[in-house]
């Protein structure tokens, strides 16, 4: 049974839960109410759901699947949990790791199976009748889990259980399933007493409504946008392949939507000012007004997120988020980001002033003109051109570099296979390990459209276990949003995309290769935030080193490796923009603990969103021309996604991934077979087997160091974090 994972999946609601405060568990609580459910047997029948899936791999047969099957498939799921949980609870023996822990982690297979499905579909293939279901079902799951996290004959159990755990002879993986899901109850709230539960559950409830609401309003008001160009010296500084991508024969017109690939690739290449910052206010004003106004939504789910860590013995959200993250706390997590910030908001002003010096007077550099000037200084400076380096990172060739790494470091093999994916682009591999044993299976989804969600994410339609000899292996996913090249052309990519591809191909593997018994911690479950983000970002370490591009960067057309000479400026040019992109990506962390820190008294008080994010930024120092890389209206990793007081995570990440890949550049050899192996076996295989501290050390040998974090952004190391 692994709720949170699979709600925090999309939706992130409620990894929330307690301290441990009030001790109720023997009492006859008044359980919090579930809801009254019936399915009969009629709505049942032809439900792909019901069946055995005799798919090749298991895959969910998506042709078959409709809209109308996963609400009475959901509920046929949750009456067999109920029904599942009702037998652990009445069992006369008394409880034992097998008929108490192992039965709860078995818990609500086919309800997961279809919980799975429907985020995953929902993630890419949005329209208004998933749209409308999932504001019945997230709910309608909430109120289910709840009623399990905090029912107190189970609690009763789980501690029986727990308090023997030293006398149980467990094994290492028996013990931390133990040791986690006692964890779980704890934090979901399971020792409150009654009356906190209740309001606990009543607060989660309305949490679940508020995220989707936000998610969809996300959805809705990014879609409402288009730029339409219609008048060709409106397209200047377009490149053929961009403009040949956003042209509408229909329409006959250029039309730019706000998808981040295309956003960027508009802001970086157009010559026309006003039109940038048409685009820029477009994107940042996103869900800020009107009927997709996420701003109430915002403040709402910061107050009960506040109030429900009131309840639990926290002073905010964010002390009861970091608790189980490496950080341990908000203030050690904001001491380490305004370590970075200095540097890199001087580095951003140093910026700054390059371009107003390119513009001489003729006007002020503005927010807009960044993109766009940071690449004419770029090009300047470093005599380096996107349209120059793009050809030489065809998605192809870049997917086969990234399944070449893993070949090289693991042993890992990739074979395409025909699978029906849930969209005609999906492309999917059949993944084996170096005996040749199959690890899982491996999907990819790599463009934009209307339907799915923005940014890039790994997920599972799977997750691995092995329990009792049944080893059942992942269905992974890999999603991006590349603009979808014309007709019969090459998708071309950023160099940045390269980076995001290789991403989240770490937290593929990550998933993929995972040698652990149960879900709930295998693979990406279970790890903390702050610790996830390392198998993802140490692999975007391999793809400017020069054995790897003569591997994977081949120009599209002529096949030749990228000349050294270019990847020579690319390393020169690499820590270029560093400042802007520091500044961006901790502003919005900033923001992010910020709206988590609040008391619940201090949130209660908040009546305007855009005042307390200005309130915030102005305190940090955040200058004018650069916006948080996310603002709270469309913040969807805090306010619908898993991230919330955790967007530092991937900063924090990034101390172990530059430390970790600096094991590589000493060892002289980004192969190494040695290291390889420890990152294999203590990271990738792992899970969240132990505290993720100490699955660090088992692979490096030594705790982490800051500097090579320093050093790879191109920032001086001084005592002070100040630009030395
Ligand atoms: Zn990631």
């Known amino acids: 049974m692994k709720l949170s994972s699979l709600l925090c999946l999309f939706l992130a609601t409620f990894t929330l839960a307690a301290c441990g405060g009030g001790d109720s568990g023997d009492e006859a609580d008044p359980q919090p109410a579930s809801d009254e459910i019936t399915v009969t047997d009629a709505e049942l029948v032809g439900n792909p759901f019901m069946q055995e899936w005799d798919t090749p791999y298991g895959v969910p047969p998506f042709a078959s699947i409709e809209n109308g099957h996963y609400m009475p498939a959901i509920k046929k799921g949750i009456l067999e949990l109920r029904a599942e949980i009702d037998a652990i609870v009445s069992n006369p023996d008394a409880p034992t790791f097998e008929n108490t822990i192992l039965a709860v982690e078995l818990a609500g297979e086919d309800l997961t199976r279809v919980s799975r499905t429907f985020g995953n579909i929902t993630g890419t293939e949005l329209d208004d009748e998933l749209r409308a279901l999932q504001t019945e079902i997230y709910p309608m799951l909430t109120r289910e889990y709840d009623a399990i996290n905090l029912n107190a004959e189970l609690w009763a159990r789980i501690r029986a259980v727990y308090e023997q755990k030293d006398s149980l002879g467990l094994d290492e993986q028996d013990a931390r399933l133990l040791e986690l899901q006692h964890r779980d109850f704890v934090r979901s709230g399971a020792a409150l007493s009654p009356e906190v539960k209740q309001q606990v559950a009543d607060i989660n409830e309305q949490l679940s ?70 685009m820029f206010n477009a994107y940042r004003l996103r869900a800020s007004e009107g009927e997709y106004d996420n701003g109430l939504n915002a403040i709402r789910i910061a107050q009960l997120r506040a109030k429900r860590a009131e309840l639990m013995g926290y002073q905010s959200h964010a002390h009861y988020q970091l608790e189980t993250r490496m950080a341990k706390t908000p203030q050690a997590a904001e001491d380490f980001l305004l370590r970075v910030w200095r540097p890199g908001l001087e580095r951003a002003k140093e910026e700054r002033a390059d371009m107003q010096a390119m513009i001489g007077d003729e006007f002020t550099f503005a927010g807009h003109d960044w993109w766009h000037y940071a690449e004419k200084v770029r090009k300047a400076r470093y005599d380096l051109d996107e349209n120059e380096t793009k050809p030489y990172f065809d998605l192809e060739s870049v997917r086969n570099g990234a399944f070449e790494m893993a070949h090289r470091l693991f042993g890992l093999t990739f074979e395409p296979v025909d699978i029906k994916g849930w969209n005609p682009v999906v492309t999917s591999y059949d993944v084996k390990d170096a005996d040749g044993n199959h690890l899982g299976l491996f999907m990819t989804d790599m463009y934009a459209r209307d339907s799915k969600r923005g940014g890039a994410w790994m997920s599972s339609y799977r997750i691995a276990s092995n329990v009792g000899g049944d080893s059942v292996r992942p269905i992974i996913t890999n999603n991006l949003n590349l603009s979808t090249p014309p007709e019969g052309e090459p998708t071309l990519m950023r160099f940045s995309e390269v980076e995001t591809l290789f991403h989240e191909f770490g937290h593929g593997l990550h998933g993929l290769m995972t040698q652990i018994n149960y879900s709930s911690f295998a693979g990406t479950s279970g790890s903390p935030r702050d610790y996830t983000e390392f198998p993802a970002q140490i692999l975007e370490h391999w793809t400017a080193e020069p054995e790897m591009l003569a591997i994977y960067a081949r120009h599209y057309a002529s096949g030749d490796v990228i000349p050294e000479e270019l990847v020579e400026r690319m390393r020169v040019a690499a820590n270029f923009n560093q400042g802007f992109a520091t500044t961006e990506y901790i502003a919005a962390s900033l923001l992010d603990l910020r709206w988590h820190m609040l008391s619940s008294e201090e949130a209660a008080a908040i009546t305007d969103a855009r005042a307390f994010e200005q309130q915030v930024l102005d305190g940090y120092g955040l200058i004018d021309e650069i916006e948080p890389r996310y603002r709270s209206q469309y913040f969807s990793h805090i306010f619908a996604g898993g991230y919330s007081a955790g967007y530092y995570a991937y900063l924090w990440s990034e101390i172990l991934d530059a430390d970790g890949f600096a094991a590589f550049k000493q060892a002289e050899n980004i192969w190494d077979p040695e290291l390889a192996g420890r990152l294999k076996k203590w990271i990738y295989e792992s899970g969240g087997l132990r505290e993720a501290d100490e699955l660090y050390r088992d692979f490096r040998g030594q705790d982490p160091s800051i500097e090579p974090l320093l050093e790879g952004r191109g920032f001086a190391i001084g005592d002070s974090g100040e630009e030395t």
């Open 209 to 278: 409504s508020l995220t989707t609401s936000f998610g969809q309003n996300l959805l809705g008001s990014t879609k409402a946008f288009k730029l339409e160009i219609t008048d060709e010296a409106q397209t200047a500084g377009l490149s053929d392949s961009f403009k040949a991508s956003v042209w509408s024969e229909e329409k006959g017109a250029w039309i730019i939507g706000l998808n981040r690939s295309a956003y960027e690739t508009f802001m970086t290449q157009s010559e026309v000012r006003e039109l940038r910052e048409t």
